[in-house]
């Protein structure tokens, strides 16, 4: 049988090339991996950036309105309970149109009359029972209270609490 000068396997020379040539592919695929991997970590921390950039611009705008409604609150309260005295329906219809571009900022009373006391929402200050005018009141006499008045209200701005309300417990 007559050799082949082309094959690889006759030349020892090319023998040790293809060695070194197999190493050098494998090597570069390794390097080839490891960027492929640098590139997804750095697309995954990308787009967790913008999630989170997204988030945070939600969070902003949600509460944007956060200080002037703290602002607003009570002046606007003590104007109610004003216009409620004189019963002006003039200015009645004015202060109703001022909560209602507060309820459609987010702007949310807190109505806690009949139902049970709830430390996340509400502040005892008085129990009558106890004859107390400040209530300190722990988690497992909260589920026995129930709000019978209202002292001042509570409000929530698009779901989280800004002010509780404090309440008169039974």
């Known amino acids: 049988m007559k050799k082949n000068p082309q094959d690889p396997q006759d030349n020892p020379v090319d023998s040790v090339e293809n060695d070194e040539l197999d ?6 695929n390794g390097e080839l991996e490891l960027a492929r991997e640098k590139e997804r970590r750095a697309v995954a921390d990308y787009q967790n950036l913008v999630r989170r950039n997204r988030e945070e611009k939600v969070k902003i ?9 703290e602002t607003i609150i009570d002046p606007l309260s003590h104007l109610s309970l004003a216009a409620n005295q004189i019963n002006d329906q003039g200015l009645n219809m004015v202060i109703s149109q001022l909560w209602m571009k507060l309820n459609d900022a987010g702007l949310e009373e807190i109505d806690p009359i009949g139902q049970q006391f709830d430390v996340n929402t509400m502040e005892a200050v008085a129990d009558p029972s106890q004859g107390k005018s400040e209530v300190g009141i722990d988690e497992h006499d909260e589920e026995k209270q129930t709000v019978i008045k209202v002292v001042a209200k509570g409000f929530k701005l698009n779901g989280e609490v800004i002010r509780h309300a404090k309440v008169i417990v039974s």
């Open 23 to 28: 190493s050098l592919i494998e090597k570069l």
């Open 61 to 69: 705008a949600k509460f944007a309105a956060l200080d002037l409604v």
